[in-house]
């Protein structure tokens, strides 16, 4: 074998292992790498140089049971961080809704009793059949397609117009509220 | 995971995570766990301090979920933040002044040496003996050259790939990539 020709297809040898040569030239490093077995070596041992690395490290049954061990308080950590699907607030999750101040209301009443809610909400119908708010709500102006007649807008209802119905029933429960505390009071001293 | 249930890319999973999914965590933990390991335990050649290195890697990966772009697959990331908390815990080690070398790839735990004694198949030992050289001939590398094999020989990413990962210009990337590979060509066929 020419010498000449082993330090030619030197430089290639390395692209050639790795299958980074084009067709052509890998075609003349195999020709070369038939008749030069020096050379046939060195590929041989450069490709044994990367399967031996991707080869080590070998993991054992012990690491694999050290994996799993390591991997818990991975876990947990991740629990800590989101805690039942929360967690530091995530940019572009969706929220909680807010609540409205009816649910809070309802919030803050529940450890009323229950006939007392029930009096209070008796009475919150029919205040809302009376059109009467709780929530003090900002009017617009009515909007009125071009052409129909616009109804007169209706003036903003006041206490007063609240039904004689509602308030005894709304009257009723605070009543009702004042004896249970008043009764606490006593039986507490 | 059984194999009837459908394999969900890493995308979704990272999607599920951000929505506390902790099985979806899990399954991160399962795919990826032991390439970042093995990652780590080649750039640094100490078990312990990959595992460390690794519990770190998905630490971040929690503390990074809001942040990261969802991929087809999580490996390009995971790999970059294994590769610069390498790098990193390399040239602190080098700072410090320490040079351990863990040249049979394991700590030297006692259950290790026994199970070598049990070991008899030649061709075995053979096979051991290539890859503690190999992993004695990794840790004469400098941390880059380390770098630029272990995602050349292992992982088979191309020279601009390897280039754009570590920062470094495409012709830097080969010239440690040869260096390197002459060197470890020497310790695997026996230092001749």
Excluded at chain 1, 136 to 155: D, S
Excluded at chain 1, 156 to 161: D, I, Q
Excluded at chain 2, 110 to 123: L, P, S
Excluded at chain 2, 161 to 167: K, S, T
Aim: glycine share 6%; aromatic share 4%; charged share 25%.
């Amino acid at each position: 074998m020419d010498r000449t020709d082993c330090a030619r297809v030197a430089p290639l040898l390395e692209p050639y292992a790795d299958g980074d040569l084009p067709e052509v030239l890998a075609a003349g490093v195999e020709a070369h790498l038939r008749e030069c077995t020096h050379c046939a070596r060195t590929v041989v041992e450069l490709t044994a140089v990367y399967s031996s690395l991707a080869g080590w490290p070998t993991l054992t049954s012990a690491d694999h049971t050290l994996i799993e061990a390591r991997q818990e308080p991975l876990a947990a950590y991740y629990r800590a961080c989101y805690p039942e699907a929360g967690g530091p607030a995530p940019a572009g999750a969706p929220r909680a809704p807010r609540k409205s101040p009816w649910g809070v209301l309802v919030d803050r009443l529940r450890p009323v009793p229950r006939f007392m809610l029930g009096a209070l909400a008796r009475g919150g119908k029919a205040a809302a059949r009376a059109g009467w708010s709780f929530v003090r709500v900002q009017r617009t102006r009515n909007v009125v397609p071009a052409g129909r007649l616009a109804k007169p807008h209706t003036a903003p209802r006041s206490r007063s117009a609240l039904p004689r119905r509602a308030w005894s029933l709304l009257a009723r429960s605070a009543a009702i509220a004042r004896r249970v505390t008043e009764r606490g009071a006593l039986a507490l001293g | 995971m059984s194999v009837s249930e459908p394999v969900l890319p890493d995308r979704d999973l990272v999607l599920l995570c951000r929505d506390g999914a902790e099985n979806a965590y899990r399954a991160l933990l399962d795919r990826h766990y032991v390439y970042v390991l093995k990652l780590c335990w080649r750039m640094t050649g100490v078990r312990d301090e990959a595992m460390d290195l690794t519990q770190e890697v998905f630490t971040r990966l929690i503390t990074s979920l809001p942040r990261l772009q969802p991929q087809p697959s999580l490996r390009p990331w995971l790999r970059r933040v294994a590769l610069n908390l390498c790098l990193s815990a390399l040239s602190a080690r080098r700072r410090i002044g320490q040079a351990e070398v863990c040249v049979n790839g394991q700590d030297g735990d006692g259950e290790f040496g026994a199970r070598d004694r049990v070991d008899q198949v030649a061709q075995a030992v053979m096979a051991r003996e290539r890859l503690s050289r190999v992993a004695a001939a990794m840790q004469s590398l400098s941390p880059v050259q380390r770098a630029v094999v272990i995602l050349k020989a292992v992982d088979g990413l191309s020279h601009g790939h390897i280039a754009r990962i570590l920062d470094l210009p495409q012709g830097t990337v080969k010239s440690h990539l040869s260096r390197a590979r002459t060197r470890l060509r020497h310790a695997t066929s026996g230092g001749e």
